[in-house]
């Protein structure tokens, strides 16, 4: 019996040696062959003379007019001398050291031959002859080594593909391949390879990306539906304990926030684990959201736990929830690695005994001498600044404890997609009422003497003003130089009539809190610093962000930073200083003029940064794909997700004829492989 499983040494003419080149490649079965598709082909498609551009890679077809001649150079070289009669036209063809071809081509023959033109000289420097006479050859271009040529490739993909043909099955579900018009799986397999034109490549390649979504999201879903079932705290809590504390709130929720609101206390109090990924553009409101998630769960009788990525935001969320719970069973306490020994020794008893039943803090949460009562919820700030371990170990200090990460960095729906898969989504897509996007504009160096007027105006008008410049250099030491001189450039400008004030990554933390209070308090209004201001801090009668160097920063990091602004009520602007020298350098700086949208913005930045540092995987958390391009194709990734979500949603999918195939796919060991 004929399996995919089988080992390329069946074939004929596949000894030891070519099993190792082959092995090379990655390529040890008949399905790593069949799957094994070509990055490109070289279209054999016959051209005009008059349409070939000066040193093109073309076919052109003539007749021969002459006997061809070799001419030799010493004893080792030789050049084959052919004149083509094209159309009216006469080419000169050459073909180095391929003497024998001669005998190919006698006068009055009618050739196809391949190579590159030089259009000054009417001359073809000749690669292959051509066997097929119309012309239409596509021929596969195999990513190869110097062991194996690309030439064998296709010979054993040929061969493989005969022998085997019978034995390719669909996974994919009948309705889906006829909705979507997709091919069989025997039929991309045969196209990828060998094309008959540009079209049947196309088709093939269109099918084999969705296959390729489409089964990723099946395993994604059916992981996730599985992983969750049972095994999570069902938490009950008093509903109108919850309601009474939202009526006391200077503001109502916005719909989006009631509407994550809702899915977090669904979560929380059924018996599915929650994983869930919350996600909203700054200024959005995540904060009281996740302060409902946590009184809803201390309510039920459990414990809460938020890590923060820093101590100065720690710090933050500790006193602002603090303040917020001031008149609940709410007993909060923060921990964090400058919490003083003594201090520590005295906390860690009431953690555990659940006197304490919200701990804040950063990493120093996670240690293995911080025991809970019962940790009922776990809430991860910045999630993407911790590890994946970090994360876990939070969520295992207790089983079943329901999880939520949150991010003020929105993540670009390619990676919603792909590699936050697994995880249940809520978005607050919606901003409070009142807010005004923040105006952006970007200026050269050379024109900033233009701003400081408008600058002005804003000080006099009583609001603040972020100044911040980035790390430049390597060195940390030459940063605090830059921000030393514009933080001295700033105070000639403005001093006395509005202070200026200087935070920098050297200086200790104590220090930075420090500085991060009295701008707070309006001691001072002009804040000049490097990057450490920190993600969520929130001085709201900050109206203007300028940004020196703008194009040294990524896209994201841009929005966050603008983020800092336009929290309150009045009109805010963002200033971006910078002399881009590269042509990314100028599109970012577009991108964040144009949009304010979190989200377009890190789809965009996916975008931009380019294959390169998209196939740098750990850092993107991209998913390897070998034929569909995740941030190109995203539209139909998406659809393949939702198909595949329909199907999970399914009762009883599992046992439904129809997807027999595809649940056996989906929950095969690594021992058996299908297309995909
Ligand atoms: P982020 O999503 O960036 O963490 P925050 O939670 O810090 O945003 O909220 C930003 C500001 O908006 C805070 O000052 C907060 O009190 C305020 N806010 C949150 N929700 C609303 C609302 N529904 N209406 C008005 N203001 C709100
Ligand atoms: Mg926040």
Same mark, same amino acid.
């Given at each position: 019996?004929?399996?995919?499983?089988?080992?390329?040494?069946?074939?004929?003419?596949?000894?030891?040696?070519?099993?190792? +080149?082959?092995?090379?490649?990655?390529?040890? /079965? %008949?399905? @790593? =062959?069949?799957?094994?598709?070509?990055?490109? #082909?070289? !279209?054999?498609?016959?051209?005009?003379?008059?349409?070939?551009?000066?040193?093109?890679?073309?076919?052109?077809?003539?007749?021969?007019?002459?006997?061809?001649?070799?001419?030799?150079?010493?004893?080792?070289?030789?050049?084959?001398?052919?004149?083509?009669?094209?159309?009216?036209?006469?080419?000169?063809?050459?073909?180095?050291?391929?003497?024998?071809?001669?005998?190919?081509?006698?006068?009055?023959?009618?050739?196809?031959?391949?190579?590159?033109?030089?259009?000054?000289?009417?001359?073809?420097?000749?690669?292959?002859?051509?066997?097929?006479?119309?012309?239409?050859?596509?021929?596969?271009?195999?990513? +190869?080594?110097?062991?194996?040529?690309?030439? /064998? %490739?296709? @010979? =054993?993909?040929?061969?493989?593909?005969?022998? #085997?043909? !019978?034995?390719?099955?669909?996974?994919?579900?009948?309705?889906?391949?006829?909705?979507?018009?997709?091919?069989?799986?025997?039929?991309?397999?045969?196209?990828?390879?060998?094309?008959?034109?540009?079209?049947?490549?196309?088709?093939?390649?269109?099918?084999?990306?969705?296959?390729?979504?489409?089964?990723?999201?099946?395993?994604?879903?059916?992981?996730?539906?599985?992983?969750?079932?049972?095994?999570?705290?069902?938490?009950?809590?008093?509903?109108?304990?919850?309601?009474?504390?939202?009526?006391?709130?200077?503001?109502?929720?916005?719909?989006?926030?009631?509407?994550?609101?809702?899915?977090?206390?669904?979560?929380?109090?059924?018996?599915?684990?929650?994983?869930?990924?919350?996600?909203?553009?700054?200024?959005?409101?995540?904060?009281?959201?996740?302060?409902?998630?946590?009184?809803?769960?201390i309510?039920?009788?459990y414990q809460a736990a938020?890590?923060?990525?820093?101590?100065?935001?720690?710090?933050?969320?500790a006193?602002?929830?603090a303040?917020?719970f001031?008149?609940?069973k709410v007993n909060v306490a923060l921990l964090t690695?400058?919490t003083k020994p003594a201090a520590r020794k005295e906390l860690l008893p009431r953690i555990k005994s659940g006197e304490i039943n919200l701990v804040i803090g950063?990493?120093a949460l996670?240690q293995?001498s911080v025991e809970y009562k019962n940790l009922?919820?776990?809430?991860?700030?910045?999630?993407?600044?911790?590890?994946?371990?970090?994360?876990?170990?939070?969520?295992?200090k207790?089983?079943?404890?329901?999880?939520?990460?949150?991010?003020?960095?929105?993540?670009?729906?390619?990676?919603?997609?792909?590699?936050?898969?697994?995880?249940?989504?809520?978005?607050?897509?919606?901003?409070?009422?009142?807010?005004?996007?923040?105006?952006?504009?970007?200026?050269?160096?050379?024109?900033?003497?233009?701003?400081?007027?408008?600058?002005?105006?804003?000080?006099?008008?009583?609001?603040?003003?972020?100044?911040?410049?980035?790390?430049?250099?390597?060195?940390?030491?030459?940063?605090?130089?830059?921000?030393?001189?514009?933080?001295?450039?700033?105070?000639?400008?403005?001093?006395?009539?509005?202070?200026?004030?200087?935070?920098?990554?050297?200086?200790?933390?104590?220090?930075?809190?420090?500085?991060?209070?009295?701008?707070?308090?309006?001691?001072?209004?002009?804040?000049?610093?490097?990057?450490?201001?920190?993600?969520?801090?929130?001085?709201?009668?900050?109206?203007?962000?300028?940004?020196?160097?703008?194009?040294?920063?990524?896209?994201?990091?841009?929005?966050?930073?603008?983020?800092?602004?336009?929290?309150?009520?009045?009109?805010?602007?963002?200033?971006?200083?910078?002399?881009?020298?590269?042509?990314?350098?100028?599109?970012?700086?577009?991108?964040?003029?144009?949009?304010?949208?979190?989200?377009?913005?890190?789809?965009?930045?996916?975008?931009?940064?380019?294959?390169?540092?998209?196939?740098?995987?750990?850092?993107?958390?991209?998913?390897?794909?070998?034929?569909?391009?995740?941030?190109?194709?995203?539209?139909?990734?998406?659809?393949?997700?939702?198909?595949?979500?329909?199907?999970?949603?399914?009762?009883?999918?599992?046992?439904?004829?129809?997807?027999?195939?595809?649940?056996?796919?989906?929950?095969?060991?690594?021992?058996?492989?299908?297309?995909?």
């Amino acid at each position: 019996m004929k399996d995919l499983n089988d080992s390329v040494s069946v074939l004929k003419g596949v000894g030891p040696k070519k099993v190792e +080149a082959l092995d090379e490649l990655g390529i040890d /079965t %008949i399905y @790593d =062959l069949l799957t094994y598709y070509p990055f490109r #082909y070289d !279209d054999f498609q016959v051209k005009d003379l008059s349409q070939i551009q000066d040193q093109e890679k073309v076919t052109i077809k003539g007749k021969i007019a002459a006997d061809p001649v070799v001419a030799h150079f010493g004893r080792k070289r030789n050049l084959l001398n052919i004149r083509l009669l094209v159309d009216n036209d006469v080419v000169k063809v050459t073909f180095f050291n391929q003497p024998w071809l001669k005998k190919q081509l006698p006068v009055g023959k009618e050739v196809l031959i391949y190579g590159r033109f030089d259009k000054a000289k009417a001359s073809l420097s000749g690669i292959k002859i051509l066997s097929s006479v119309d012309g239409n050859e596509m021929n596969p271009i195999y990513p +190869a080594n110097k062991h194996i040529r690309q030439k /064998t %490739i296709s @010979d =054993l993909v040929k061969l493989a593909f005969d022998e #085997y043909k !019978d034995v390719i099955d669909d996974v994919i579900p009948e309705d889906i391949i006829e909705k979507y018009k997709l091919e069989s799986q025997r039929q991309v397999i045969k196209d990828m390879h060998f094309p008959s034109d540009t079209k049947d490549a196309y088709l093939a390649r269109r099918t084999a990306k969705f296959n390729e979504f489409f089964l990723f999201q099946m395993r994604l879903q059916a992981l996730k539906s599985e992983e969750q079932k049972d095994a999570g705290l069902a938490i009950k809590f008093n509903q109108a304990d919850m309601d009474a504390f939202i009526n006391q709130l200077p503001f109502s929720l916005t719909n989006a926030q009631q509407r994550v609101v809702n899915e977090i206390q669904n979560d929380l109090s059924s018996t599915r684990q929650m994983n869930r990924l919350l996600q909203g553009d700054v200024g959005s409101g995540k904060t009281i959201v996740a302060a409902l998630a946590i009184l809803a769960c201390i309510d039920g009788g459990y414990q809460a736990a938020l890590m923060a990525p820093t101590e100065i935001l720690a710090e933050q969320h500790a006193n602002k929830l603090a303040t917020l719970f001031k008149d609940t069973k709410v007993n909060v306490a923060l921990l964090t690695g400058d919490t003083k020994p003594a201090a520590r020794k005295e906390l860690l008893p009431r953690i555990k005994s659940g006197e304490i039943n919200l701990v804040i803090g950063t990493h120093a949460l996670i240690q293995d001498s911080v025991e809970y009562k019962n940790l009922g919820l776990a809430i991860i700030d910045e999630q993407h600044r911790f590890g994946v371990n970090q994360r876990a170990k939070l969520r295992q200090k207790n089983d079943g404890t329901n999880v939520l990460a949150m991010t003020a960095t929105p993540i670009p729906r390619t990676l919603a997609i792909t590699s936050y898969g697994e995880m249940d989504v809520s978005i607050i897509d919606e901003l409070p009422n009142g807010r005004q996007p923040v105006k952006t504009a970007w200026i050269k160096e050379g024109q900033f003497k233009n701003s400081v007027g408008f600058i002005k105006e804003r000080l006099k008008a009583g609001e603040q003003i972020y100044v911040v410049t980035p790390l430049v250099e390597e060195s940390e030491a030459v940063d605090m130089k830059n921000a030393i001189n514009i933080y001295d450039n700033f105070k000639n400008m403005f001093e006395p009539e509005f202070k200026v004030g200087l935070l920098h990554g050297r200086m200790k933390d104590e220090d930075k809190n420090l500085v991060m209070t009295e701008f707070k308090n309006n001691e001072f209004q002009i804040l000049v610093s490097t990057t450490v201001i920190e993600v969520g801090v929130d001085v709201s009668n900050a109206t203007m962000m300028i940004v020196f160097n703008a194009d040294h920063f990524g896209l994201a990091q841009l929005h966050q930073l603008r983020g800092r602004v336009g929290r309150g009520s009045s009109q805010s602007y963002c200033l971006l200083v910078s002399d881009p020298k590269t042509e990314t350098g100028v599109k970012r700086m577009n991108v964040m003029v144009e949009s304010n949208d979190g989200f377009v913005i890190s789809q965009k930045d996916l975008e931009l940064r380019g294959p390169g540092d998209i196939m740098g995987k750990a850092q993107s958390g991209l998913p390897d794909f070998k034929v569909g391009d995740p941030v190109a194709d995203l539209t139909m990734l998406s659809v393949a997700q939702q198909e595949a979500i329909q199907i999970v949603s399914t009762n009883d999918w599992q046992n439904n004829p129809m997807y027999s195939k595809l649940y056996s796919y989906v929950h095969q060991k690594n021992n058996k492989k299908m297309f995909d």
